[in-house]
DNA sequence: CGTTAACCGAGACGGTACGTCTGGTCTTTAA
DNA sequence: TTAAAGACCAGACGTACCGTCTCGGTTAACG
């Protein structure tokens, strides 16, 4: 039952500017300074055209978070302390991009900057939200399964709780990000490592020699 | 040295007023609904009154949650594992109380709702962040003083990085309500506090008998 | 060479009502109670489409003036003293009719009302000044040309001057409305016309019989 | 019946200073710059002092128009057109110093500026224009009798109409000012009063030699 | 010489209009 | 049917200014 597509079709080069035109202005000024009045002119294009694609600013808004968002490969190389701190850095890495957006860099600027405005756009709209979670499930669902891997052959606990061990590691740094405006940078995230792991690795077996520093 | 008042003192009843009419307003329609000319209206005063007090109306939203926030003791009786499970549940039933402000129940309701509104506004204005995270400021210190506490007394192993851990607990349940829209319950907060001090004990220590599974 | 509009055209049928919503409150309270929320709310109009078209409550005004204003058609009889009265007739009783817009009818009030809001709404705006002088510029012509063509048949001192004559007559007029308030009726216009004519007429000729008493 | 006077007398001073910032503020930036907040920050007064005098901002322009204005001298020489050009001439001084306040001097300024200001005040408001006319009263009065008196020793005809012919110099001269911004120099009063004398004279009389052209 | 009434400064207050801005929809003509 | 253009509705925002009120404190004239 295939629907047949009349009339012009879409123009995928109008949804190309108008995504380039939002990451223009988001990147210089912000969120609170992109409005869709400019994106469209920027763009070149009418409102409507926007208007057909995102029903909303805040749809427009995860477009652009999935255009910016670096892909995170997640990469299983059996030793859990290495894949988790390279997957807890990329994610702290983005997240470091995304709360500088629009801002002049000062060393003591705690906002969460556009991660926040994400947060607040996918809490105004539930497909917004549902939108967004999508997009990191992949990837997420991947880590999972790295800590489930070591839990199996034994890296961790046998009763470690591979969801909760997530929340720890990855909220950890989305709080210190959204709530506290910490820095949250390559030490913090070693730390963070580490102390999870010593909990969570079981504690009769001799702790691995760590091979980075 | 005392500081003279002059001119007329501002009313505390105006203060009072608006407080009471924007925590009607918001806990009614949420924090879109939110406008400060109802509140001004509502509350019978003038807007410039408003504004005199708090210049935007994320300023508003703070002393707002300041107001709703219930307090939260922190109480150190020793057992950490039970402070821990006090303290983060009251935080939960806060957290779960403001995402569901201004909007009808629903079990599978994934959004922030105010919470992600208000870090917005934090990230907004850096005096509104700075000011919400005076407000907690002072609880903050007493749990980080708790899991201190604990692993001098060597109910923690003496590595253990009680600011990290806080972020831990903390960082999880906040990320379930502004990220992935998880339910935080008590089972969770129990799951969580399980995790984190699994192994915290000092291996060499013999378990204490956990009276719950 | 065709100038081609693109998008949406203007709603007449807006314009027509914001006109009318403002006139009828001009009307009913004077130029202070006429407010810009007031009449978009009453024209069942967005407050943008009236500011689209008139930048400032001042350009609403002498669009509305001009709406109110009756044309007052210049005739040519040839008989000047006739044609004079009848012109300044007409002028009167647009000034009278415009200082009393919107206050009760009070037979010592000599405020100028309405008159004076135009006056200085003309003031405030260069534009609007422009505007309104660009109303009168036609029916000021004639009026010019009655001068000058009694003048060249000899019913006025060749050494006439038309344009002061006007401005002595009109200028009385406006003078009693903006600044002394007395009142400016039929008889006041009579005198008026009477003295102006009694210097302009040409000394030797015999003055004509006036045929109205 | 004197009425005792109790408390504390009002400080001259603070009025002077009051009258005097305000001028300064009204000519650096016209009416509309001109707000009684900065009129009493400028005099270090606070605005209770300045409204326990002038009860509007309309009634302190009145005030400042009082002391702005030149005292404009009626002289009777017996000569009326001399008498009547230098009256007039201070008349037009007058009002092209008023209509000139607070805006840079540009020779196409059509502009009525604080001339139509006050017009608009006395408009508002019944005791301001009563203040206002009382202002002029005197002078007027002036100016009526040396018209009156040339009829009467017979300069002029003797049905001529002294309160008339007063309108339609000072008229045509307001006129200008306020509806067609049209200049008002030493030339254009030359013209008006060579127009109201044309033959206001006695016809029979032998025209006095007119010594400028 | 103390009372007392009216003043003074500072500044908060109620009220209200203003003009702006933005989001999202609708109506044109053209392709 | 889409596109571009731009008008449209809706409504919040924050500002500005007016004229009033409330403080604490001051200054005469009255008694």
Redesign the interface.
Known sequence: VRQVRRGRPRSQQAADGILAAAQDLLLSGGY?DLCIEDVAARAGVAKTTLYRRWPTKDHLLVALVAKIQDNVPVTDTQDLRHDLSTYLNAIADALNHMRRIGRPHQPD?????V???I??A???H?DV??AL?AQFAHRNALAHALLEGARQRGDL?P???PA??F??????????V????EPVDAA?VQ??V???L????P??APQPERPHP
Request: proline share 2%; no cysteine.
């Open positions: 609170d600027d705690r906002s969460a900057g991660v926040a405005a947060a607040a996918a809490a105004r539930a939200g549902a979670r606990r009763d470690a709780d909760v061990l929340d720890q590691l990855a909220g950890a740094i989305y709080y210190r959204l709530v506290t405006g913090y730390r963070l580490d102390s999870v010593a909990t969570a690795q504690p009769t």
